[in-house]
């Protein structure tokens, strides 16, 4: 059963402190996204790539956000340094996007990794 | 920037009751799709429309898309326990850097008492 994995589940750190996610996209799949969930703001997308290359990460705050694709079975997001605001669930999707029919363009998303900033 | 609106955000009934969640934008959305997210875990997808006017059924859900495609809706018959959620529209875009691309609502908080 093919599924999107996220590392680690849950993160407590102090403020400051450096912080890298980690996603495993479901093979065969071409884009990854990389999207926060709280309460207050709901599900908002951060970044995402196809074929491995940037496509939009106007959603990430530059100056302490990155995301990397380093190869087809990685995606990482780093926050450096970690504040209070940015604790959140962190959840990685992965899809198909391409082709004539758009029902393909379906998101499979990992379990999240809750970040938890003090 | 496009926006879905949801309502009601929070939805609480009891076992057997009918609801519907509603889901609104001002703008075109290629397909539209409704995910349903459980405690701890991620959303996971429930259906996609595609054509203005669609209507889909899923067991005891009933899934519409507008006939202009900018609105949604979901409805379930005889609810149960099992439905409790969280519901999240969200809205695909065809063209250009956005392909791909999804637009998720606010969400509607589900539960359902026995």
């Known amino acids: 059963d093919a599924r999107v994995?996220?590392?680690?589940?849950?993160?407590?750190?102090?403020?400051?402190q450096e912080v890298t996610m980690r996603c495993q996209p479901i093979l065969g799949h071409n884009t990854v996204f990389w999207y926060r969930q709280t309460m207050m703001q709901g599900l908002e997308l951060l970044a995402y790539f196809r074929n491995r290359a940037p496509l939009d990460d106007s959603g990430m705050p530059k100056d302490r956000f990155s995301a990397e694709m380093p190869d087809a079975?990685?995606?990482?997001?780093?926050?450096?340094?970690?504040?209070?605001?940015?604790?959140?669930?962190?959840?990685?999707?992965?899809?198909?996007?391409?082709?004539?029919y758009l029902a393909k363009n379906i998101q499979y998303f990992g379990a999240g990794t809750r970040l938890s900033v003090l | 920037t496009q926006l879905l609106e949801q309502s009601p955000q929070f939805l609480s009934i009891q076992e057997g009751e009918n609801l519907t969640v509603y889901c609104n934008s001002s703008s075109v959305f290629s397909s539209l799709q409704w995910y349903r997210q459980e405690p701890g875990e991620g959303p996971v997808l429930l259906v996609t429309v595609v054509t203005g006017g669609e209507v889909?059924?899923?067991?005891?859900?009933?899934?519409?898309?507008?006939?202009?495609?900018?609105?949604?809706?979901?409805?379930?018959?005889?609810?149960?326990?099992?439905?409790?959620?969280?519901?999240?529209?969200?809205?695909?875009?065809?063209?250009?850097?956005?392909?791909?691309?999804?637009?998720?609502?606010?969400?509607?908080?589900?539960?359902?008492?026995?």
């Open chain 1, 5 to 16: 994995t996220q590392t680690p589940r849950h993160k407590v750190t102090e403020m400051g």
């Open chain 1, 73 to 100: 079975t990685l995606a990482t997001l780093k926050i450096q340094p970690s504040e209070p605001r940015d604790s959140a669930v962190y959840f990685c999707a992965s899809g198909w996007t391409g082709g004539v």
């Open chain 2, 56 to 114: 889909k059924k899923l067991k005891r859900l009933t899934f519409q898309f507008g006939d202009a495609r900018k609105d949604s809706s979901l409805h379930i018959t005889a609810a149960q326990p099992g439905d409790t959620g969280l519901y999240l529209c969200a809205g695909a875009n065809a063209g250009g850097t956005s392909y791909g691309k999804l637009t998720f609502g606010q969400g509607t908080i589900l539960t359902v008492h026995p």
